[in-house]
């Protein structure tokens, strides 16, 4: 999916759930309906995503919009004369590996747990993904790291674009904004590998040159010497491919280094934290890449938004308005089959979400959406705005 005089195409298959129930209404659930006396059987979605840690804000926003999706569904006559009352299971993986795989044992032993909403890191979703396929639970992530898919699992679901559609715009936007010599710095995450070496494929191709690659490690905060080699190779841009705590050190410190260029950066640091932790100053003229269109200019985003702020009184993060789309569709795939594991996953993987939040949703044989959207973003007055292009 490259092109330097192109966008990223978007694919859109449309095809009908059957029963889907996604933005259907009730009455309260105080007012009779059909069938309103009988006892509701509780169905759980599992949940798992950093609730504490660096990357807890985009975790916690992902479980509210989960709960968001899960209240409307409560109150929906469909759910309602199915006979269920859906719940959230929720677990903290702290975006480590080894606690994913702990949440997602937690997850598989609950027998209600009908399917998943994540993990939020590539890094943890790798190796939970195998746990939750031994008991045939769906799992629909965020996670873009392309092995995720790669590994022939059934039940794996990605409801973004992933890191080879997002490196490779990345690397042809490079091109496109006029940036020659890039230097090129990951964090040792299979979602900053993955991303950064794409981003290097697409750029190298279209006549870039990589003048330095650099690694750090998660959590590191001092990067003096990051800076002390950098600075004298004189990049037109840094690529940064990594989370947004250390990315807005990296550009803070790079500032104050005096190498002045734009920092890069895929979607992780596509967050007002970023901005705030860098310092205005030194975030202003930084670009991300962005999987998926701004929440205003998603099918159903404005609408979201105002329900969202409405129950949680602050905005959505760039992935919540997904994760909500992702508990619809386990939340349909319910209600159509009902709860029982192997037919949940089988709808979720085959089925389509036909008017979700972000748009269609459909996955290919791989477990990727079919719909691969990538927009570009720029720090400007310490806001991100979308680059027009």
């Known amino acids: 999916m490259r092109g330097s005089a192109r966008k990223i195409a978007v694919l859109l298959v449309v095809a009908m759930l059957a029963a889907s129930v996604a933005g ?168 900053g590998q993955g991303l950064a070496e794409e981003f290097k494929k697409a750029f190298t191709a279209g006549g870039g040159e990589i003048i330095s690659e650099e690694r750090i490690q998660p959590k590191e905060m001092d990067f003096s010497a990051l800076v002390t080699k950098i600075k004298p190779k004189a990049p037109d841009v840094v690529y940064y491919a990594g989370a947004h705590t250390e990315g807005a050190l990296i550009t803070k410190q790079l500032k104050a280094g005096g190498v002045t260029v734009p920092v890069m950066g895929g979607e992780m640091i596509f967050t007002s934290e970023y901005v705030k932790i860098a310092g205005e100053s030194a975030a202003n003229g930084d670009i991300a890449t962005a999987l998926g269109l701004p929440l205003e200019q998603q099918p159903r985003g404005a609408e979201f938004k105002t329900r969202y702020e409405a129950k949680y009184n602050k905005a959505p993060e760039a992935y919540d308005s997904y994760a909500y789309d992702a508990a619809w569709i386990l939340i349909n795939a319910v209600v159509s089959v009902g709860p029982d594991r192997a037919k949940v996953l089988e709808a979720a993987r085959t089925g389509t979400l036909s008017d979700g939040v972000t748009g269609t949703v459909a996955f290919d044989e791989n477990g990727d959406n079919k719909t691969q959207v990538i927009s570009i973003h720029k720090v400007t007055d310490g806001e991100w705005k979308q680059i027009q292009e």
């Open 24 to 191: 259907c209404k009730s009455s309260t659930p105080e007012e009779p309906g059909i069938d309103s006396g009988k006892e509701l059987q509780t169905v759980k979605i599992g949940f798992a995503a950093p609730l504490t840690g660096d990357n807890a804000i985009y975790g916690q926003g992902m479980q509210q919009a989960v709960l968001l999706a899960i209240e409307e569904a409560n109150e929906s006559e469909a759910v309602k004369d199915a006979g269920y009352q859906f719940e959230i299971q929720a677990q903290d993986d702290a975006g480590d590996p080894k606690q994913a795989v702990n949440a997602a044992n937690v997850l598989v032993g609950d027998s209600d747990v009908v399917g998943i909403v994540g993990h939020f890191n590539s890094g943890c979703s790798i190796p939970a993904a195998p746990v939750y396929k031994d008991v045939d639970l769906a799992m629909v992530t965020v996670s873009s790291n392309p092995q995720l898919t790669s590994q022939g699992l059934s039940n794996v679901c990605r409801i973004v674009a992933n890191d080879n559609a997002q490196g490779s715009f990345a690397g042809d936007a490079a091109i496109r904004f006029g940036y020659k010599k890039v230097a090129l710095i990951d964090d040792a995450t299979p979602y």
